[in-house]
């Protein structure tokens, strides 16, 4: 009843988390979360290292199809003026593949948005636990201070006052333990004061990282873009130089594509093992690092009906104290103001500090309780594990596009090359305007061939 | 410091607001967000007419230099050889133009999805306030259920077991009189209960509008990236009656887009008018709507430091008889329980029962924090005013794009067509193969005329 609904893991968290993982032996893997285990990170590493092979195959598939097409069947002699029956095919499908290409890049600028709001959702969870750790262990420090100031100058004053009547010092002093008493639970509650793990600087620390991530892959797309770009620019203006460059361009981008990948697959494998069961794994964490009770990490990474508030009797004891203080100052006030009017103002003063006392208290129950931190949790890992794990599909889709487009390319490319009309004009920068009557005629020997 | 950081208005709100807004007899209107104003909306009716009189203009232009390019220039003689000096750039320009239309749609998908992410944010925030308010009100009418049952049992057996000694009986009576009066504090608490205004019913009505503007939208995406994509191939296969029927569509998808604009244009001023100072109209609205007192609706839309939690007489009240309850409990077991065995069961089903008020108590101070529901609605007012906002722009983009995409292939579909060779074949299916050798013969001409 009083968590509201936290994260539930989904659908793809458990299709990845149930994928079979091996390590370098081919020896099953237990598929649960242990970064820190050499059999885990191996296993991580062989699912990037299938990227790798499929870059070999792809690699080996490209230079067996080009060997074939060089070796088996030359090309035309120059000049041709038959159609070639396979040429258009070719172009076209080069043409498609890099149509294809840049609906992968398009994906692509998706998943990687899509993956930063992810982490930004993280970072910003994380900031906001930083708020209300700092924001208790200031309350706590502000009112305990303020209690002290009570009792050194107040009630000192009032004992001072009332020094004739000794009940009514003894009630004095009675107000005076249970402020201390107060003061005492309260510094208790402060449980995140000298712990080494600050959420802050967790969250500056992802965000650093992610921008480097997000620019590398914005980086990446854009070379992409631009290469599918110059290539459909190289095949319209049959400009063999630019086909040559954007073909080895290409491989380039083959290459890191492939590479990509393998991350993504290897990050996305690794955040479902994550995903699928986090509540164990972070609280063992946040344990080392931290050193605080597990009652504690329960009541927060848990927040169920059946784990109580691990403060319940501390906040308990300091409730009563404080009404217990408010019942002997009114009875102080009643008894002694009357007698001593100068009792009044140390009165009134302390009947303040006790009002911002109890203000404070509530608003420390507030924070205290698990809900709030509990929430940022939650919406922590629906960051990590919805939408950054939802983008980074995009990004593997992405890879995979463009692999699959690049690999058809770079098959296509130097079928396609060979069909242009000779030249060797290989800087050639105003003559292959197709409007030009020369070029427009080798233009049209090109596209009768198609 | 109890409140985290909040909602900030965007550069966007504050650009979109500083735009000029006039009403029909285009006096100027106050940008302040006003909807139930007739000049407001009158203002906002302008905006989107805006997009009606770009569609006029638009439509004007293609049909002057339409009427300009039929009667001012003939169209070639069918199967000329000398290429077309235009003729090049007319299709050049419509490929381009149906490619700036295809980045629009693809800004297109990104901002509808933008927008969607922002509008479930506004219902999730919504949801997670409907949790809140109705938790607070479940655990109120729990904890008043739990005193009075312990009133009416086990305080009236512990009265009839000490009814020998009086002072003891009015210890007890004491003890109800408090139990009573945390109760009829407590029920004080459940600020929401009957009022009318359902944030549960609120998000589902916004999650239903916004599920069909998102399958609009979707369906004038596909719609565009059909009418692209047939377009290039009738281009492509020089397939007259293709290029007919996409030219219709284009007019269609063109009216379509500038009516998606004026739409969006006047949604996203009037959100920049109520995302620059939403808490005015919120508030004003939330008291018409619930007639909850100015104070608590304060608490929670604004949450500052400055503004007092209403409930906290209440609670401290609460929490002093709870206190009272509790040392009077202490008291009568000292002095009852060895004379009178038998009140041990009631006194410790009694303690029982007040540990469980004074957890829920606890749980009670932090539900009704500021903090929880001011998060949700600083969420709700980011969702609508940050995500949705900036999908909202992005849709106006790709309107912006297409319209002007569109505006260009209608020009330049009708030049490309009269290029075609001639050929009255309309329901051409097979013939039209480029590798067809008549057809290419066709295509070669097409082509020598680029």
């Known amino acids: ?60 598939f490209i230079a067996v199809y080009l060997i074939r097409f060089c070796c088996c069947r030359p090309p035309e002699p120059p000049g041709a003026k038959s159609p070639s029956p396979g040429g258009g095919c070719v172009t076209w499908s080069c043409i498609a593949a890099l149509l294809v290409g840049c609906a992968g890049i398009g994906i692509g600028f998706y998943g990687n948005s899509e993956t930063s709001d992810g982490v930004s959702q993280l970072s910003s969870a994380l900031l906001h636990a930083n708020h209300t750790l700092s924001t208790i262990d200031h309350l706590v420090l502000e009112t305990v201070e303020g209690l002290g100031q009570a009792v050194r100058v107040e009630l000192t004053t009032l004992e001072e006052v009332l020094a004739e009547r000794t009940e009514l010092v003894a009630a004095a002093r ?27 600087q967790v969250a500056e620390e992802v965000s650093f990282v ?15 873009l631009l290469v599918c770009l110059f290539t459909l620019l190289g095949l319209a203006k049959q400009s063999k130089w630019l086909v040559v460059v954007m073909t080895a361009m290409s491989l380039l981008v083959l290459v890191l594509s492939w590479g990509s990948m393998g991350l993504e697959a290897a990050t996305a494998v690794g955040l479902s093992d994550f995903c699928s069961n986090p509540d164990t794994y972070i609280l063992n964490l946040t344990q080392e690092e931290t050193g605080l009770s597990s ?83 939650s919406a922590a890992l629906r960051g990590l594990c919805e939408d950054a794990l939802e983008g980074l599909l995009f990004l593997l889709l992405f890879s995979l596009l463009s692999a699959g487009a690049l690999a058809a390319a770079l098959c296509s490319l130097p079928r396609a090359w060979a069909l242009f009309a000779p030249s060797d ?5 105003e003559d292959d305007d197709p409007f030009n009557p020369q070029e427009s005629k080798r233009f049209v020997q090109w596209q009768s061939s198609i």
Chains 1, 2 share one sequence.
């Open 174 to 200: 009675g107000a005076r333990r249970q402020a201390e008493a107060v003061a005492q639970q309260l510094q208790g509650l402060a449980f995140w004061q000298g712990v080494p793990l600050s959420p802050l």
């Open 1 to 60: 009843m009083g968590a509201p609904p936290g994260y539930r893991p989904s659908a793809w968290v458990h299709l990845l988390h149930q994928l079979p993982r091996a390590d370098f032996q081919l020896r099953p893997v237990p598929s649960g979360f242990a970064p820190q285990e050499q059999e885990y990170q191996q296993a991580l590493m062989l699912v990037a290292a299938l990227a790798g092979l499929g870059l070999g195959l792809s690699l080996i």
């Open 295 to 377: 009652d504690i990490l329960n009541y927060y990474f848990l927040c169920s009906h059946a784990i109580s508030n691990p403060f319940q009797q501390r906040l308990t004891l300091s409730q009563r104290a404080l009404a217990n203080i408010h019942s002997q100052l009114q009875g102080l006030e009643r008894e002694a103001v009357p007698q001593f009017p100068s009792a009044q103002k140390p009165l009134l003063s302390l009947e303040e500090t006790l009002n911002v006392t109890e203000g404070n208290f509530h608003q420390l129950v507030a924070l205290l309780h698990c809900r709030g931190l509990h929430k940022d949790y």
């Open 425 to 429: 004009d290989y800087d050639d920068t």
């Open 210 to 224: 992610e921008e480097y991530r997000w620019l590398a892959y914005v980086l990446l797309l854009l070379l992409e």
